[in-house]
């Protein structure tokens, strides 16, 4: 390559890959770099994948290596474009500090002039400790590719450089308009003398704006929607995931227009950014559902629903997932004291059958019953674990969760006052024995509309909890444990 850069470029990347081979890359978003897939593989068209047992490490805004500057984060994962030399690697924490390279906005033309910069080798260094870059032109323009002809005397793009991003100057921005892929490397150190050819080829990206920003920047799919008529908000793994698995929990949710939606719970652990997609679940009305609880019933991996009805019926499916329901089962048929004196379900592991949950309702005279083995017994089965309480008639909302690390579930409820607490470990010897208070009297909870407890963020204990709020916000609360709630993050902003 040709000169060194002082701070100009610090969105380029150097790549340590296993110990084995260096490259060079480009930040196209606070947690991702682009570069080339041949970085990765000899033969791009097999995949490109992370040497196995061996951390591929990149170094981004630090122009001068020998100096402390920019941020060191290893990369978790590739996401390979198939059509070309070209891959996204997602590192293990976002880069701060340091403006991504725009995307082009244009499409290149031939006969541009454009920028190429890279840790590669130059002419009389085999390990440079600075970053280079050299003026270039567009030439033979094709599909997925764009040919570089060297402008600056000298200039080549060398072994160490490949990755390497190709950007234009308009008006004092860099775009991205390519990364070098191969090139004939004249002059550079370690080259037969005899080589005097410096054009190279590059993989365009100048036409991938909007694949770049699918992967690193995908859509919210909790925002542009009324959550103010979401009537309920439920946890579960239905579409692949369960404890320990790196997919989290879902969320699913019915409308006041009797439609229902399932959000798919995402892989990474951003607590702004806790679900992938939305699915439109096919076929039943929830218009009438009175209140809804999801839990895994029958040992498989995939968690169903219990509806209780405005009837008074309760029915269950023992599966769901993103492309609707097992067939619905009565549990229990219509009953006038089941539909005006059920206040709340939930479903937690509240006995010692770590396959099966139970579900917990709290009846309008303040007594818990605990049903174990749905679907088995039906609601034969029942647990009486509160008898009548008048204080118990001043809880709001209840929710289950893994937040203490109790041998059984948690229960969280939130008080009318506006205050919240957490029984630890309910079960049948201990019910509501050991309160742990995490929201005070009046607190902005007083405003929850909903709560929801589940690994939306991380699949190790303690779970967060989401709450949709009486203006149709929604926020997360991250990792709630033994010492409360802690920061919320806002879901809509």
Not at 251 to 265: H, I, K, N, P, R
Not at 398 to 415: I, N, Q, S, Y
Request: aromatic share 8%; hydrophobic share 35%; charged share 25%.
């Amino acid at each position: 390559m040709g000169q060194p850069v002082n701070d100009s470029f610090a969105f380029t990347a150097k790549l340590d890959i296993g110990g084995e081979r260096s490259c060079s890359a480009a930040l196209v978003a606070p947690q991702w770099l682009i570069t080339a897939a041949s970085c990765f593989a000899e033969n791009p068209a097999q995949g490109a994948k992370l040497p196995e047992g061996k951390p591929t490490t990149a170094i981004i805004g630090r122009p001068d290596l020998t100096r402390d500057a920019g941020t060191t984060a290893n990369v978790t994962e590739l996401v390979p474009r198939n059509d070309r030399d070209l891959v996204l690697a997602k590192l293990d924490k976002p880069v701060t500090g340091i403006a991504p390279v725009a995307l082009a906005a244009n499409t290149t033309l031939e006969g541009q002039d454009v920028w190429v910069s890279g840790y590669g080798r130059t002419k009389d260094e085999w390990v440079p400790d600075r970053l280079h870059y050299a003026k270039f032109t567009t030439a033979s323009l094709k599909a997925t590719t764009v040919g570089l002809t060297a402008k600056t005397e000298g200039a080549a793009i060398c072994q160490g450089d490949t990755g390497g991003p190709a950007f234009r100057d308009v008006g004092g921005r860099s775009e991205l308009i390519g990364v070098n892929s191969r090139s004939w490397q004249g002059g550079c150190q370690g080259t037969d003398a005899k080589e005097t050819r410096t054009n190279a080829i590059g993989a365009r990206v100048d036409d991938l704006a909007g694949w770049i920003r699918s992967v690193t920047s995908p859509p919210e799919p909790l925002r542009g929607k009324d959550w103010k008529k979401a009537t309920n908000l439920i946890s579960g793994y239905f579409t692949g995931g369960s404890p320990g698995a790196s997919r989290h929990m879902d969320l699913f949710v019915t409308w006041e227009d009797g439609t229902a939606s399932l959000f798919q719970g995402a892989d990474g652990k951003d607590p702004e950014h806790p679900f992938t997609a939305e699915h439109k679940m096919p076929g039943k009305s929830w218009f009438y559902a009175k209140s809804i609880a999801a839990g895994n019933f029958t040992g498989s991996g995939s968690d169903g629903l219990v509806v209780r009805w405005k009837t008074g019926q309760v029915t269950w499916f023992a599966h769901a997932n993103q492309n609707g329901f097992s067939k619905e089962e009565e549990l229990k048929p219509a009953a006038a004291h089941w539909a005006d004196n059920v206040m709340e379900m939930t479903v937690g592991r509240y006995t010692s059958n770590a396959q099966r949950d139970d579900l917990l309702i709290r009846w309008r005279d303040g007594s818990f019953a605990l049903h174990t083995d749905i679907g088995t017994n039906g609601l034969k089965r029942e647990v009486q674990l509160l008898k009548a309480n008048s204080a118990a008639t001043n809880i709001v909302q209840m929710t289950a969760g893994e937040f203490t690390g109790k041998e059984t579930a948690d229960l969280m409820v939130r008080w009318v006052n506006g205050s919240s607490s957490i029984y630890r470990g309910v079960n049948a010897s201990k019910p509501f024995e050991d309160e742990l208070k995490v929201r005070p009297e009046n607190s902005a909870w007083r405003f929850t509309k909903a709560l929801a407890g589940g690994a939306f963020v991380g699949n190790a204990r303690p779970d967060d909890v989401l709450v949709r709020w009486e203006d149709g916000n929604l926020s997360l609360y991250p990792a709630v444990d033994a010492s409360g709630t802690h920061s919320e993050v806002n879901l809509l902003k």
